[in-house]
């Protein structure tokens, strides 16, 4: 079936550092590569968003592009603010009704 | 819009009883899920719904009930509730799964003791 990998937080990061979270999943098909973020006490929001192969989702100067051939999403940012302190989930939907989640990443950006 | 609402948003029962976890979405919806939030193991899948009148089981199911009268309306009921349901619950709702965006609650935070 459909899975998610992501790394293992915490992360830890000084403030305007650079981010990276890796993400690896297994799916059949073409799914659709998302991530959303968890604010302290609140649901989860999409951050961004990847529909196929090579695309590159961005937003709030996050980016993550659609790698089909190491089958990878990683997220990045430039320059982490303290406001991104955060829980950070990658998921697919491969069709069939379903969303799959990864177990999320901790990011806590320190001033 | 209110968007995706969920009630209570707290809760402490004791083993055996019986509670519902209420979830409304005025965004017309027709794809509703739920989902339980514990530590170190992501989001999983409870139950979901396509439409009104038809749902399905997701990937922990037992323990839990779910029905879809309306497409605004997907309550979770816990039939006799135990200590391994003590988690935070969320309820989701999209235009569908494919390519569509995951609108979420502020979750249900629930201890059985």
């Known amino acids: 079936g459909d899975s998610v990998t992501q790394m293992e937080g915490p992360v830890t990061l000084s403030e305007e550092a650079f981010l990276t979270i890796n993400c690896t999943y297994t799916a059949t098909g073409y799914p659709s590569l998302f991530w959303y973020v968890q604010y302290p006490g609140e649901g989860l929001q999409l951050l961004l968003k990847?529909?196929?192969?090579?695309d590159k989702g961005s937003n709030k100067g996050f980016e993550a592009t659609y790698r089909k051939e190491t089958t990878s999403f990683h997220l990045e940012k430039g320059s982490v603010q303290v406001s991104d302190s955060a829980v950070y989930f990658c998921?697919?939907?491969?069709?069939?009704?379903?969303?799959?989640f990864g177990t999320g990443t901790k990011l806590q950006v320190i001033p | 819009n209110a968007g995706v609402t969920q009630t209570p948003k707290f809760q402490v029962l004791k083993t055996g009883q019986s509670m519902t976890l209420q979830c409304a979405q005025d965004m017309n919806h027709e794809y509703m899920s739920w989902y339980r939030q514990d530590p170190g193991m992501g989001l999983r899948l409870i139950h979901y719904s396509v439409g009104a009148g038809i749902t399905d089981q997701g990937e922990v199911p037992n323990g839990y009930n779910v029905s879809r009268s309306t497409t605004e309306d997907f309550p979770l009921r816990l039939l006799s509730a135990a200590p391994s349901q003590t988690s935070v619950y969320f309820c989701?709702?999209?235009?569908?799964?494919?390519?569509?965006?995951?609108?979420f609650g502020p979750g249900t935070r629930l201890t059985v003791t």
């Open positions: 998921a697919l939907s491969g069709g069939y009704q379903k969303v799959t």
């Open positions: 990847a529909t196929k192969a090579d």
């Open positions: 989701a709702s999209s235009y569908g799964t494919d390519y569509y965006e995951q609108y």
